[in-house]
């Protein structure tokens, strides 16, 4: 039998259980808690020996439907939900660093990310080396035998820099390091990261996923290819559990302990969002595609930054990993803050708001908001300009939202 669609993986994937009323949308189980039968079988349930839900911090039906879904289409060997993106790359690191461990990874980050790096998991003692990623000499020089994990974003946020994520894994594999990957800004139904070597995959499905912004939750998408026994942390784990030996930690242990694992009500709502997510993501690549090349041409706009577009220094490697439409999100530099904030003042159609994909489009300026409360210097060390507007591209007629931006140019 033919191999079948994506679509058809996500619209097809069966419940773990039968339905009591062959309900075709997975209930919500909004339940905190499981009746067993005996006091064996909880015993067996609460020690792993069985699959039972006994918690729902711990699992729950709904939310693991959703788990299933995105392990179905992305061949994942695990997929843990969590109750947003953050709290997706928090347990992930969580789980393979530990004091006197190094992370190798760049500057050019989100904010909350570099924050948690630069700050948190400092004051837990591990090293963060933030070097260029689109130097793979540079990378290779950071990375030796306490680095738990090179981290990146496929295309950083909101920086719009690609690094050859081949030529990384290739670097990783030889030094026994797992590429950790945040692939939010570009959806598995476009972008397949196990193809590139990725080991672990972040996303954050508040974004393309919740299908318009309908609720927070993160991923972490385990492919069951990395040779754990590298790992300073998880190097005893792997004699017993292998390749799962990640999984194990983060299931049996770190995301217990941590608490957020997704509620059922965002896992029913993301459920809902993945079944048109190849649509949606369709068009609003397509819309933000346009925009961009009409934009390009307007004398009020010093330039727009958008690896899709042929002019810009990254499109060949982007191209090549993420084909022509990566991703609805782009930046553009206005002569100064000022006249970025009068150019969003005159906004009608497009919402000055944050947040990324969804249906709407967006539009906010980083370095007063994302990167607010981060001093000059960092921000300039960030690559974050104040002259610089982020777009995130929805669903709206193209020929509404170019001559929205015309008149707020105006």
Not at 209 to 224: N, P
Not at 286 to 305: G, R, Y
């Amino acid at each position: 039998m033919n191999e079948k669609s994506l679509e058809t993986k996500i619209l097809h994937t069966p419940y773990a259980k039968p339905d009591a009323y062959n309900a075709l949308s997975m209930p919500v189980y909004n339940s905190a808690a499981y009746e067993f039968d005996t006091a064996e079988q909880m015993g067996l349930a609460f020690t792993g020996r069985a699959a039972d839900h006994t918690y729902s911090r711990i699992t729950n039906p709904t939310v693991q439907y959703f788990e299933d879904r995105v392990r179905t289409i992305t061949g994942a060997f695990n997929v843990t939900a969590l109750n947003s993106g953050m709290a997706a790359i928090t347990n992930a690191i969580f789980t393979m660093a530990q004091t006197g461990s190094n992370i190798v990874t760049s500057k050019h980050l989100f904010g909350n990310t570099y924050s948690f790096f630069a700050s948190t998991l400092a004051a837990f003692g591990v090293e963060i080396r933030f070097c260029d990623l689109t130097n793979v000499d540079e990378v290779e020089a950071h990375v030796d035998a306490n680095t738990c994990a090179i981290f990146l974003e496929i295309i950083t946020n909101p920086q719009l820099e690609v690094a050859d994520l081949k030529a990384i894994s290739v670097i990783a594999k030889q030094k026994g390091v797992p590429v950790v990957a945040d692939t939010t800004i570009v959806p598995f139904c476009a972008f397949k990261a196990k193809d590139f070597g990725v080991n672990i995959e972040i996303v954050s499905s508040t974004k393309y996923i919740s299908g318009g912004a309908t609720g927070l939750g993160g991923l972490i998408i385990d492919y069951g290819n990395f040779n754990w026994l590298s790992s300073p942390k998880l190097h005893v784990m792997a004699k017993e559990f292998g390749p799962a030996a990640f999984t194990a930690k983060l299931r049996k242990e770190v995301h217990r302990n941590l608490g957020a694992y997704m509620t059922p009500q965002a896992a029913y709502m993301q459920t809902l969002g993945l079944e048109t997510l190849s649509i949606r993501y369709e068009r609003a690549t397509s819309n933000c595609k346009q925009l961009v090349e009409q934009l390009e041409k307007l004398p009020e706009i010093e330039s727009v930054n958008y690896t899709g577009l042929s002019s810009n220094k990254f499109h060949t490697l982007s191209q090549e990993q993420f084909g022509d439409f990566p991703g609805a999100m782009f930046t553009m530099d206005l002569a100064s803050r000022e006249a970025c904030f009068q150019f969003m003042n005159k906004l009608k159609l497009v919402k000055r708001a944050t947040n990324l994909f969804d249906n709407k489009t967006l539009a906010i300026h980083p370095a007063s908001t994302i990167y607010g409360t981060f001093t000059p210097e960092v921000r300039k060390e960030m690559n974050v300009s104040d002259k610089t507007i982020r777009i995130s591209v929805g669903l709206e007629g193209i020929d509404d939202l170019f001559a929205d931006f015309v008149q707020a140019l105006k």
